[in-house]
DNA sequence: CGAAGTTTTGACATCGTTCAAACAACGTGG
DNA sequence: CCACGTTGTTTGAACGATGTCAAAACTTCG
């Protein structure tokens, strides 16, 4: 799945250097460009925070046997530090082309603590959607998370959100397997409760009710197609 | 359950030693005791890092239908900062009767970032665990992360740890139901792996077993009481 | 001994997974 | 421009791990 940004022009280069803007250590380039599926910092032997200008980020972790945890999406304005000591702890991958700015944490102290602070509250909060929801919980909640991150123009005034998750990563993002995941979703979709025709591009057609379903209050619970309901 | 005090284990934590170590400010006392249940800096206005010196601790998150993640046990030696914004979102409280050294954290910025470091590691850990491993997998990992953190002396050469956590308390924070626990901790015990009379001192009879089995490595999958397995 | 809380056990239900196949989207090469 | 391979998504059927409900067993403490 190719996420061709609209107004994102692909750049042939991976690292880009914009030389206009301010950055924290001069020895660096400020902006990064990074392709989708590559790694983030990587290479990196210091401690980095990185600001995402455009795109979309996933946070990761590895299990030996390969199952994966994505636990955190990032996407503009936010921020993330990488620590290199992590050592195959936590990795960062972009899910599209993603642009971000380099900081050095040591030259921003109050954003780098902000940024540590920011991901242990969503952290917290993921943790328990991760040990304490069912599967319409969890996609309910991603969505509504997706909507405000991933922000497109509003359409007869519903939020549409860009979608650089593919079934795959939502389902790591949200401890499901991607069969769940997409049932969910097409059960939104029958239900009126969301609506979209390419898969990367979601509207929240009735965003009350997804938000009555992320906290719980399910009405109409049932999340798979039954033959009882509509 | 009345945990009094598993003799103060040697602590395993090289930041404790520090003796030039600053205190929290000068108006309050450095000590402090918290009884069982009670919540921890729900009163403080200010940022506080807390040093546990004995006993335990379990940081948590609740949804408004009272559903409970906890996301993390803290032990001796180990550090757990808490900010009064955390608006609802985190709280802190004793399982056991436990004391703690209050610190300022401006007063000591890098055991500050040190211990959001630490707490930022293990919640990406623990939301792996949470999000894809199974009963078996989660129940091993946490009785060897605790075995760690409340250890007592050994037992023919064999790890023993203070369980200073109830059934309830294992669920969620393992994201698990009592029953599933209690069945999950019958089965290592029945297979040998670990040993239990009183709920709350612990043996890893078979600590390298339950290592292969927290890593997913199960020749003997099932965990219900099956009639196939002894 | 009796009451209250916790843990264990059993029987059963169900949600989510697993396995398998069809379908759709997309890029490539003929 | 179309056949084809590849990759991702959807759907169905069946299974099974874990949850739910209920009751018994055990612990603790008065």
Redesign the interface.
């Known amino acids: 799945m190719l996420h061709v940004n609209a107004q994102q022009p692909i750049l042939p280069h991976p690292l880009l250097v914009h030389p206009g803007l301010k950055s924290g250590t001069a020895d660096k380039p400020f902006l990064n460009f990074i392709a989708p599926g590559e790694d983030l910092g990587a290479s990196e032997t210091s401690p980095r925070l990185y600001r995402v200008i455009d795109g979309c980020l996933a946070?990761y972790?590895l299990?030996?046997?390969g199952?994966?945890?994505i636990?955190d999406i990032i996407g503009p304005g936010r921020t993330i530090s990488q620590?290199p000591e992590?050592g195959g702890?936590?990795s960062i991958k972009a899910l599209t082309y993603t642009e971000v700015e380099v900081l050095d944490p040591a030259a921003n102290p109050v954003l780098a603590?902000e940024t540590?602070?920011e991901?242990?509250?969503r952290?917290?909060?993921?943790?328990?959607l991760?040990?304490?929801m069912n599967a319409a919980e969890k996609v309910a909640n991603g969505l509504l998370d997706l909507a405000e991150q991933f922000p497109r123009k509003l359409r007869q005034g519903r939020p549409v959100l860009t979608l650089y998750l593919t079934r795959s990563d939502l389902a790591?993002w949200?401890?499901l397997t991607i069969e769940t995941v997409s049932r969910t979703l097409n059960q939104f979709k029958r239900e009126g409760v969301i609506d979209y025709s390419h898969a990367e591009i979601v509207t929240l057609m009735r965003p009350e009710r997804l938000k009555d379903i992320a906290?719980?209050n399910h009405p109409t619970a049932s999340v798979r197609a039954s033959k009882g309901k509509a």
Not at 123 to 128: D, G, I, Q, V, Y
């Open positions: 946070v972790h299990l030996a046997d199952r994966r945890q636990t620590q992590d702890n936590r603590a540590a602070l991901a242990l509250m952290l917290t909060r993921h943790a328990t991760l040990g304490r790591d949200l401890g906290s719980g």
